[in-house]
């Protein structure tokens, strides 16, 4: 046991994501893991998902995307996309986000979203859109209020249809129809049942 003088608190245990993780740039070594966790995070059904086909046709922006490391490990990753909201109004659309299943609930999570937010204020972007569970992301500021006068090319559960501002009242006075850069059409979908 270590000595201390009288009054003296101990620190706390370091965790161990705070010793050995990072959040840096994806590459391409990381893209077989990246898949590999996003397909086993939602499945074959995610590619009928609304989000998906917005996704589709597009690249996403390689500068925001980022992995969380340990080891070498992916143990976490974060994408955005550029879209356009009708009126000629550039934004991102962000995610997925997931984590490692063994490595949930120790921040990774929490530090992807601050580090891609950040890095896309830092880029001049104005307006983060996303389709996840409210209760996770109001935390980084994303509300359903702020999503209510965007529109989806196709169903999305309305609850689970978030928006952020980087900039203080980007989204004053937009409304409007998602889309691709461009706002070239997005193909229809077959039966979707749920977006994330
Ligand atoms: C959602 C997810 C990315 C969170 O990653 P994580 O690294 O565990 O997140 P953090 O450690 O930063 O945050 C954990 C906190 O978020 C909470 N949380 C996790 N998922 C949540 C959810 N879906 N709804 C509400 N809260 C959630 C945890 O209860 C925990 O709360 P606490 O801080 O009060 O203890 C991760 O659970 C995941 O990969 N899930 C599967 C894929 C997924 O659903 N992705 C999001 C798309 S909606």
Redesign the pocket.
């Known amino acids: 046991m270590v000595e201390r003088p009288r009054g003296q608190i101990a620190p706390p245990p370091l965790l161990h994501m705070e010793t050995n993780m990072k959040i840096v740039s994806e590459t391409g070594s990381h893209n077989a893991a990246v898949e590999k966790l996003v397909a086993e995070?939602?499945g074959p059904d995610r590619f009928a998902k609304t989000v998906y086909r917005l996704r589709n046709g597009i690249e996403a922006e390689a500068s925001l995307s980022l992995v969380a490391l340990d080891k070498g490990e992916v143990v976490?990753t974060l994408r955005f996309w550029p879209i356009e909201i009708e009126g000629g109004v550039p934004a991102l659309l962000l995610?997925?986000?997931?984590?490692a299943?063994e490595?949930?609930?120790?921040?990774?999570?929490?530090?992807l979203?601050k580090a891609g937010l950040a890095r896309a204020a830092e880029q001049g972007h104005r307006i983060v859109v996303l389709?996840?569970?409210e209760?996770?992301?109001r935390r980084f500021g994303f509300t359903r209020a702020l999503a209510r006068r965007l529109s989806l090319p196709g169903w999305v559960d309305p609850a689970?249809f978030l928006a952020r501002e980087l900039v203080s009242g980007a989204l004053a006075g937009v409304a409007g129809m998602i889309g691709h850069p461009g706002m070239e059409a997005v193909p229809a979908g077959g039966k979707v049942r749920q977006a994330?």
Not at 103 to 111: A, L, M, T, V, Y
């Open positions: 995070a939602f976490g995610g997925p986000l997931v984590t299943p490595r949930q609930g120790e921040g990774i999570g929490s530090r979203m389709v996840g569970d209760p996770y992301y689970r994330a």
